[in-house]
């Protein structure tokens, strides 16, 4: 198709591919909660990627369409998306990005009711977060993953989530928040 000289010649002037320009517009519908536009940006980007063989944007591309795909309940499809950004990340090497997408596919997974594949991601993340030391992240985990465990009709787990938490906090002395997850324990405990 010939240009037509419609595009900003400013954007044209920076050196970025019309996938890159797609891409970025793709955020800005996002951004705007317009995620009909952000899709097919994000689509043309994708496809413009792939004529480029840009490997990261490929990923960024999919990785988005798999956000705005979970965002309409579209499971499938977004989980999808999630394994091939998955793939690619795991061929470049990009571990970050990897533990990154297991957090989006863990909480499409328990949003969509499949709580057994949910726990199991989740309780990698814990590990992944316990391995790079980082006790907010697994505090926070922990928390989802007790709703993960109710929602899946296990309460005593749920509980064990608190408790860990809460043992947690008191190790850097919190007091207050280790008190507090102690006493969400006893109460799915206690209605159990």
């Known amino acids: 198709m010939k240009d037509l000289g419609l595009q ?3 954007q044209k002037q920076e050196g970025k591919s019309q996938a890159r320009l797609d891409y970025e517009a793709g955020l800005e519908f996002l951004k705007n909660k317009e995620t009909a536009q952000a899709a097919n940006m994000f689509h043309n980007a994708l496809i413009g990627f ?3 063989k840009d490997i990261n944007g490929i990923a960024n591309a999919t990785d988005k369409l798999g956000d705005i795909c979970a965002e309409r309940r579209d499971f499938d499809k977004a989980s999808q998306h999630y394994d091939q950004v998955i793939s ?3 061929d470049q090497g990009d571990s970050i990005s990897v533990f990154s997408i297991d ?3 863990a909480k499409l997974h ?4 499949k709580h057994e ?3 199991n991601l989740y309780l990698d993340i814990i590990d992944q977060y316990n391995a790079m030391r980082n006790p907010q992240g697994t505090v926070d985990t ?4 007790a709703q993960v465990y109710v929602d899946a009709g296990k309460r005593e787990k749920a509980a064990d989530c608190y408790r860990t938490a809460a043992s947690i906090h008191e190790k ?3 007091k207050r928040h280790a008190e507090d997850f102690m006493k969400r324990a006893d109460e799915l405990v206690a209605h159990a």
């Open 142 to 145: 922990l928390e989802t993953l």
């Open 8 to 10: 900003n010649q400013e």
């Open 88 to 90: 690619i990340c795991q």
């Open 103 to 105: 957090k989006k596919k």
């Open 50 to 52: 792939e004529q480029e």
């Open 110 to 113: 328990a949003d969509c009711g």
């Open 117 to 119: 594949e949910a726990i």
């Open 172 to 174: 850097y002395k919190h």
